[in-house]
């Protein structure tokens, strides 16, 4: 009966009459006492402090290393949980950093190439899906064909002059090179061209940086070399990078040996005339004339983006490459010997690029759409991509998936799930199409 009779209404009426009446209004701060003092403190900041699973973990002591491990490990005893850099360690001389210098070759006016020097902007991994982005990467690494970099950067503008010793030398002009756009029309011939300013991407076996004593530039003050050689830069900045003539020419030599590899000259960057900036470097000073011009290279076809085939020596047209690859791997795959081959095709999961082995070498990369790439029509057939394996973390190009679903997953159609194999065995499949097409 007294539980029937409880009246819970009335009751929470009374609990509330009780409560005291709240004056203060809302604030995300909080009074905190602390002996005799009293101090405000964002609520924030509690909760965070709380939460905090490191808070008594005594770094000191051997029994807390199993929470060291688990949470210092990522970022040290602080609120800063960001992964430490890779290359903290490592001297400057050794790096290439982002705003670092670094020299390459590129072909101007569709043909001419030239020496160019650039201030860094993008280090890029494509060894990695997706690519893995860095503020800086050892020098001794950059050239490494596994290791898939690409240099992008500003090129810089140039205004030669001479020392007081007689030589020239070459001072940036803190400006950058500006290219006349090949992709805009320009609908009528009265408006001024459409300009961009050169980003250009270059495969790590072009690049040079310029950041170890060989080859670093001067910093130098503007006054030091005479102002009336810069001066609109005079008024901006008091100092500027200075190569010297002996250098440029010590780095020239070192990208022409470089390029004497027809696989490495077909990687030169084409862009077309130049709307701003000094650049090709060329100087006609007090009888002096010099040039870094490289008129002994010849520029990789620039309209259709040709490179030569590696098995067969033939220049292939950029939206020919995957087709022409795809018949030489698959031809070498079922055992169909080519007649005529300069370099066979690797049986050992070739690249769908090169034709080397991906696991020897073969690991060169250039900018395609994958999406229109895995698509099979009657002018491209081909559908040699990049393919995540759906049973492990490896990728390989699709004409190699079988070759790899035999080592390393014999047993898979047993062991995968349907909903598994529907989805990824379109993906693996060359139909007789394509394979009677190439």
């Not at 609120?79 to 430490?84: I, Q, T």
């Not at 010849?298 to 590696?310: H, N, S, T, W």
Request: net charge negative; with cysteine; aromatic share 6%.
């Amino acid at each position: 009966n007294e539980i029937l009779n409880f009246d819970g209404e009335a009751a929470l009426r009374t609990e509330k009459a009780a409560e005291p009446t709240i004056t203060e209004p809302h604030s995300i701060w909080i009074n905190l006492d602390e002996g005799d003092n009293r101090k405000q403190v964002h609520k924030k900041s509690i909760l965070r402090t709380l939460s905090d699973r490191t808070l008594d973990v005594d770094s000191a002591k051997s029994h807390d290393r199993l929470l060291r491990i688990r949470c210092f490990s990522i970022g040290g005893d602080h609120w800063d949980r960001s992964a430490p850099k890779p290359h903290d360690k490592t001297a400057d001389e050794h790096l290439l950093k982002l705003e670092g210098v670094f020299a390459t070759l590129l072909a101007v006016n569709q043909k001419q190439v030239s020496l160019a020097v650039l201030q860094c902007t993008i280090l890029k991994s494509n060894k990695t899906n997706p690519p893995t982005y860095h503020d800086a990467v050892p020098i001794a690494e950059i050239g490494i064909p596994s290791a898939q970099y690409t240099v992008t950067g500003q090129i810089y503008s140039m205004i030669p002059f001479i020392t007081s010793a007689d030589s020239i030398s070459w001072a940036w002009d803190t400006n950058y090179v500006a290219f006349e756009s090949s992709k805009t029309k320009q609908t009528n011939s009265n408006l001024p061209a459409r300009r961009r300013h050169l980003n250009i991407c270059v495969d790590g076996g072009l690049v040079v940086p310029l950041s170890s004593p060989e080859f670093m530039p001067a910093r130098v003050v503007l006054e030091d070399i005479g102002g009336d050689i810069l001066p609109d830069v005079a008024e901006a900045v008091e100092t500027t990078w200075v190569f010297s003539e002996s250098q440029l020419q010590q780095i020239k030599a070192e990208l022409l040996a470089r390029v004497q590899d027809p696989e490495m000259r077909s990687r030169i960057p084409v862009y077309g005339p130049i709307k701003d900036g000094r650049f090709p470097y060329e100087a006609h000073l007090e009888g002096t004339a010099t040039s870094h011009l490289l008129p002994s290279v010849q520029a990789p076809g620039a309209k259709d983006g040709r490179r030569k085939c590696l098995p067969c020596g033939k220049e292939v047209a950029g939206p020919d490459r995957q087709n022409h690859m795809g018949q030489h791997i698959l031809l070498a795959l079922r055992g169909v010997a080519e007649d005529n081959l300069i370099s066979p095709v690797s049986t050992d999961y070739p690249c769908g690029f090169c034709g080397m082995s991906s696991t020897m070498g073969g690991r060169c990369g250039y900018d395609f759409q994958m999406a229109a790439a895995s698509k099979s029509s009657l002018s491209k057939p081909c559908t040699n991509v990049p393919v995540g394996c759906s049973l492990c973390s490896d990728t390989h190009w699709k004409y190699n998936m079988q070759t790899h679903l035999c080592d390393a997953h014999p047993n898979w159609k047993l062991t995968v799930s349907d909903q598994v194999r529907a989805v990824f065995e379109p993906k693996i499949t060359i139909t007789r199409s394509e394979e009677r097409a190439l």
